[in-house]
């Protein structure tokens, strides 16, 4: 019986110029590819009188869109970052969804291993498709990305004086001192989105491969629509964290 084996650390396929490209950069482009090619197809089919599916598409955007008016206090506002939000959303979402098509992880190419502390070589099996959700990489770029949304926004929506004034405020020693504890609070934000996202998506993963390897048939059912959830929920997490920190930043002049 095989071994379980789980790598935390994405595999390298190739290299382009000198840049690793490994399988979770690679499904990456794959999920970019889908949703591209799913909205030309969504476009391409509207029509005046919408069918079901543009229908239900209609009806669920504009629920985010009102709740994201609702919470923005600001329809110019939540029309400006809707964009945003909804990709954040599908691209985690549908990068989770992917991890249980049939050969992602299970269909790579062999390598030459060298094992230099004990002076072992092997052959290594590299998946060619890995869930992106389950590299560090990935969950950090995208809370930078966030991060980056979110401080921009507040400097250009309050301008850059008072933005910074709620972290190194000098009236007094207490709010000088709360100040700091905020702007700490503020950068260990993209340490959480990226852990956060990673943690629940990569321990998914493997409790998915102890329960196919020991029960491999009907027990994996169950645990996999509960995956799926978590994928979900987790994808609407993010989602939703940079809404209501883009909602803190630019709090001031919503107002």
């Known amino acids: 019986m095989d071994a379980i084996h789980v790598s935390i650390k994405a ?32 476009r391409s089919k509207l029509k005046l009188i919408p069918s079901k599916m543009q229908l239900l598409m209609e009806i669920l955007l504009e629920q985010i869109l009102q709740f994201m008016e609702n919470t923005l206090e600001s329809k110019v506002l939540a029309m400006r970052y809707f964009p945003l939000i909804v990709s ?8 989770n969804l ?10 790579g190419v062999l390598a030459n291993e060298v094992n230099e502390a004990a002076g072992e ?21 995208l809370s930078l990305i966030s ?19 709620r972290f190194f405020n000098f009236q007094s020693p207490i709010m000088f001192f709360v100040g700091i504890i905020e702007f700490v609070s ?22 998915l491969s102890v329960v196919v390897f020991f029960v491999p ?31 803190l930043a630019v709090t001031e002049v919503t107002h």
């Open 217 to 247: 048939f009907i027990m994996p059912v169950p645990f996999m629509a509960f995956e799926v959830f978590v994928g979900f929920m987790q994808a609407a997490i993010f989602s939703l964290l940079t809404l209501f920190f883009l909602k």
């Open 147 to 165: 991060f980056l949304v979110i401080e921009i926004s507040g400097i250009v929506m309050v301008g850059f004086f008072r933005y910074f004034s």
């Open 186 to 207: 503020e950068l260990i934000r993209l340490i959480s989105f990226s852990f956060r996202l990673f943690g629940n998506i990569f321990a998914g993963e493997v409790l």
């Open 88 to 95: 954040l959303f599908l691209f985690i979402f549908i990068a």
């Open 98 to 107: 992917f991890e249980f098509i049939p050969g992602i992880g299970s269909i």
């Open 121 to 141: 070589h092997g052959t290594g099996f590299t998946p060619l498709l890995k869930s992106m959700n389950t590299d560090l990489n990935v969950t950090l770029a």
């Open 11 to 42: 595999g390298v396929l190739t290299h382009w110029f000198g840049i690793p490209i490994t399988n979770t950069l690679l499904m990456s482009w794959v999920v970019v590819i889908v949703l591209v090619t799913f909205a030309f197809i969504m």
